[in-house]
Nanobody, 123 residues
Framework: VQLQASGGGLVQAGGSLRLSCAAS????????VGWFRQAPGKERESVAG????????YYADSVKGRFTISRDIAKNRVYLQMNSLEPEDTAVYYC?????????????????WGQGTLVTVSS
């Protein structure tokens, strides 16, 4: 399974970006997908996750109400819509495929990872 995360860039605080995660392979469409991020000097943390059908989602408290995860099953893509961005959201964002049908906040529950896309939010 190859994952490709894209959509990162430089944006001012209060702005929006939409990240996209594209993948090949049936496992992507049958498993949960998660977004994680790693800020400079910090550990990687969970941001959001979505179930294989897209009917169940979860969010880190820090992004609730600002970020929205969704998936387009026909296109084999998962998106992360990020609104009201803050400088604290600056990080490399990774998408990952879960070991089962649901997303999880635990990295241990993910088996495939993309290469990451950089999001920089200026104040």
């Amino acid at each position: 399974v190859q994952l490709q995360a894209s959509g990162g860039g430089l944006v001012q605080a209060g702005g929006s970006l939409r990240l996209s995660c594209a993948a090949s392979g049936r496992i992507f469409s049958n498993n949960g997908v998660g977004w994680f991020r790693q800020a400079p000097g910090k550990e990687r943390e969970s941001v959001a996750g979505i179930s294989w059908k897209g009917t169940s989602t979860y969010y880190a408290d820090s992004v609730k109400g600002r970020f929205t995860i969704s998936r387009d099953i026909a296109k084999n893509r998962v998106y992360l819509q990020m609104n009201s961005l803050e400088p604290e959201d600056t990080a490399v964002y990774y998408c990952a495929v879960a070991r089962g049908p649901y997303g999880s906040s635990s990295e241990l529950q993910y088996q495939y990872w993309g290469q990451g896309t950089l999001v920089t939010v200026s104040s």
